[in-house]
Every structure is written in structure tokens, then in C-alpha cells.
């Protein structure tokens, strides 16, 4: 079976840092996405690690170890625009991905 | 950027009857995917196709069926609209490197 994890909200304030984590069992692994999506939008890529370790691309940094089935997604500087759900989805096999619920983030002044 | 379009963008229907959900891209992407999401939840793979004449159901049941004549286009059909279809439909399309895939702007169905 597949099983991503994600909390399902999380609170922070504007300027702060916020670490979005998930931890995930899946028949297959190909690498994990992060995609940003604001209610009733589409989902909008964020984040790909396929390899253990840190990809940083400006405010948004994400994490995977392979090993240990987990990642997270960090948020630096959090602007009010930066209010979504956050999706982790992993590629279990030929090009599909299995997504998790989402965690629901909302910035506060 | 990415160019993938779907229409209607909502669409509220009788039980019954017969819609049909347009997806298109311009990546020319072989790669499309339909994902069922209700408010909150995660989405589900209801249907992909890799490539013309190529569709395979995914992993949640869905009573929809899809056609890809085109490479660039990926329909999704439903013969006979129930309440419980009520739903949004999320058409993807992706690339053939990272399998990254792009997201259409969605359909949100209503089915009274």
C-alpha cells in the first residue's frame, strides 16, 4: 500500500520559520515533489529531491532522507501570500505520483 | 511556464446526464493525468495516459472514462452524472525527465 504523511494544519507569523514535514511508506520510490496549492486553485510546483539531502531555491529550502522514509519542506521569511496547503507527493513508479493530504498553513501578521 | 487549460471551469449539472471535461495542454507533454479532489482531501489518480491511444485507469475507481486521440488533448467523460461525482477534476500533464508534472486551473463539478 501507499501511506504518505502530513500534519493537517499548522500555524506561524509572518518573518518566522515554519518546517512542514512528511513521512512516507511506498511500494516504490522515485523521488518526492512539494507543491504549493491556495484554496481552490491547482497545485503549483515548488520542490523535487531525488537524492538524500538540501535543495534551496530562495525562501524555500527541501530535505529528504531515503533512508529514513522522511522529508520536510522549510519556509523562511513567511509572507501572508504563503497562506496554502502544502503537498508532498512521492513518484512511486513510471511518472505517477501518490499524494498526501496536505498541510494547511496559515500566516498571521 | 506551463500551458494547460480546462474547461468549463464549473459546471453545475442534473442527475443524469452526460458531461464531458476538456483538458489541453501546448508542452506537448506525452504524459496526462485526471485527479479527483474533494475539499481538503488529497488527490486521487483516477485516470493517465502516456501517450496517444494509450490510457490506463488509476488508482481510484472512477465510473469516468478518457480518450487520447490527440497528444494534446485528454477528455474525461461521464455517461451518467451522479450526486456523488460531486468533485473538483484536476488535469495534469508532465515531462518526460523528472516526471514533473503541471497542473490545469481545474474543473469544479456539481451534480444536483
Known amino acids: 500500500g501507499q501511506n504518505i504523511d502530513q500534519p493537517t494544519e499548522m500555524t506561524a507569523t509572518e518573518g518566522a520559520i515554519v518546517q512542514i514535514n512528511c513521512t512516507y511508506q511506498?511500494?516504490?520510490?522515485?523521488?518526492l515533489f512539494w507543491y504549493q496549492q491556495h484554496a481552490g486553485e491547482a497545485p503549483t510546483f515548488l520542490s523535487y529531491n531525488v537524492l538524500d539531502g538540501l535543495e534551496e531555491k530562495g525562501r524555500f529550502s527541501s530535505f529528504l532522507s531515503r533512508s529514513k522514509g522522511y522529508s520536510y519542506l522549510l519556509l523562511k521569511e513567511l509572507q501572508m501570500k504563503d497562506s496554502a496547503s502544502y503537498l508532498c507527493?512521492?513518484?512511486?513508479?513510471?511518472?505517477?505520483?501518490?499524494f498526501g493530504t496536505g498541510t494547511r498553513l496559515l500566516v498571521s501578521p | 511556464e506551463a500551458d494547460i487549460y480546462q474547461t468549463p471551469r464549473y459546471l453545475v449539472i442534473g442527475t443524469g446526464k452526460k458531461i464531458t471535461l476538456e483538458c489541453s495542454q501546448t508542452m506537448g507533454h506525452d504524459k496526462m493525468y485526471w485527479y479527483q479532489q474533494d475539499p481538503g482531501m488529497e488527490l486521487h489518480l483516477i485516470h493517465y495516459s502516456y501517450g496517444v491511444n494509450s490510457t490506463e485507469k488509476g488508482d481510484l475507481s472512477s465510473e469516468s472514462t478518457v480518450s487520447r486521440i490527440r497528444t494534446e488533448h485528454f477528455p474525461l467523460t461521464l455517461e451518467s452524472a451522479r450526486p456523488s461525482h460531486t468533485s473538483q477534476y484536476l488535469c495534469a500533464s508532465s515531462d518526460s525527465n523528472r516526471a514533473l508534472q503541471y497542473f490545469g486551473p481545474g474543473t469544479r463539478l456539481t451534480v444536483t
Open positions: 507527493a512521492v513518484r512511486t513508479g513510471f511518472q505517477k505520483l501518490v
Open positions: 511506498t511500494s516504490g520510490f522515485n523521488g
